[in-house]
């Protein structure tokens, strides 16, 4: 029996370090292995005594002794009691994704969805992709659930958004430099490559998500001012969001709104008039964007944002009258678009 406890008192110090400590930094794969091996070890001596009253006893007292050695170290430290550890992998697995100091190499190995994690009755023999099998688990709750609670950016993204925003708010709370965050995000851009549009509806998902505290208020408007440094990046949202979603995102964010608005105005600019087609055509990078998809954007834009109508209108036909306030069309983008909107 003493060396259960001291395995327990060992595995619950290891808790504290991963929630709480720098040293994660220096963690590779193996030693995350490692600590959900000991995570597991201790799920199955809660399962094994548990219903032991005598043994629990004794096990909960020598928890509240090494809790009280972690609280002389760690502040705030959160206590762990016996009936958790029959959730040991769980608390590990939050206290790691909420450690700012978590390396970004470890994050990318337990998000991976290339090698699909071995689970075998209940625990992880391989924890490569755990993250990516919750966020599977849990986009199939919610797929369950009544029809009413799904949104347009589907389940995937919203679980995968919960997680994106919990992990930033963790990195800002602590009083990590924004630099950190930064890089945090670039990371998670950069493992999207080639699920661009899906990670748009990631972005979607988390912006949208609530806004009860200040903490989350915080995560949004800094992943917001992120979106608007990574210009092609918020190109692309525009461009391959649903119409419904970019519309929920420019009535709830403000700064969405105008941020939306910039590339409107920016996909008009690139635009030249087409003698051979009759329209004003898409000259630059993103060629799948047409004149009538434009202003259909906008005319949306300013039905769900009323405010915002005088203030762009006046802009546009400054614009026009800049280029020679011309009313016969093909002339100037910005009087044709004008008289699109307004018809």
């Known amino acids: 029996m003493e060396a259960v406890l001291r395995n327990l008192s060992s595995t619950v110090e290891l808790l504290a370090v991963a929630a709480r400590s720098g040293e994660v930094q220096q963690w590779d794969e193996q030693t995350v292995s490692r600590a959900f091996h000991w995570a597991r070890y201790c799920e199955l001596v809660f399962s094994s005594y548990h219903n ?9 007292k020598h928890l509240q002794l090494t809790n009280k050695n972690l609280r002389a170290v760690f502040p705030g430290y959160r206590e762990v ?8 992998q769980h608390v590990l697995l939050v206290g790691l994704l909420n ?5 970004i190499s470890i994050m990318k190995m337990l998000f991976d969805t290339t090698s699909p994690v071995n689970i075998k009755h209940g625990q992880y023999e391989d924890v490569t992709g755990l993250c990516s099998y919750i966020i599977q688990c849990k986009s199939a709750c919610k797929v369950l659930t009544p029809l009413t609670d799904l949104s347009a950016a589907g ?3 919203e679980v995968q958004a919960v997680m994106l925003m919990e992990r930033l708010g963790a990195l800002l709370s602590q009083g990590s430099e924004a630099c950190r965050a930064e890089r945090f995000l670039d990371s998670v851009l950069q493992g999207c490559e080639g699920a661009s549009e899906h990670f748009c509806l990631v972005i979607a998902a988390a912006l949208l998500t609530g806004t009860n505290s200040a903490a989350q208020t915080a995560s949004a408007d800094f992943l917001l001012d992120w979106l608007q440094q990574k210009h092609i990046l918020m190109q692309h949202m525009c461009s391959s969001l649903p119409s419904a979603l970019l519309i929920n995102l420019a009535k709830e964010r403000l700064k969405f709104r105008h941020v939306y608005c910039d590339v409107l105005k920016k996909w008009a600019s690139d635009m030249e008039y087409s003698l051979s087609d009759d329209e004003w055509v898409k000259t630059s990078s993103n060629p799948t964007v047409t004149f009538q998809k434009l202003t259909e954007h906008f005319v949306a834009l300013f039905e769900a944002c009323p405010s915002l109508r005088n203030d762009v209108e006046k ?18 983008v910005w009087g044709d678009l004008l008289s699109e909107i307004n018809k």
């Open 52 to 60: 032991n009253r005598s043994i629990s006893r004794v096990m909960e």
């Open 81 to 88: 009691c016996f009936s958790e550890l029959s959730r040991c």
């Open 99 to 103: 450690n700012p100091e978590l390396p």
């Open 155 to 157: 389940a995937d993204a």
């Open 315 to 332: 802009e546009l036909n400054d614009l026009k009258i800049s280029d020679g306030d011309f009313d016969v069309r093909g002339l100037s």
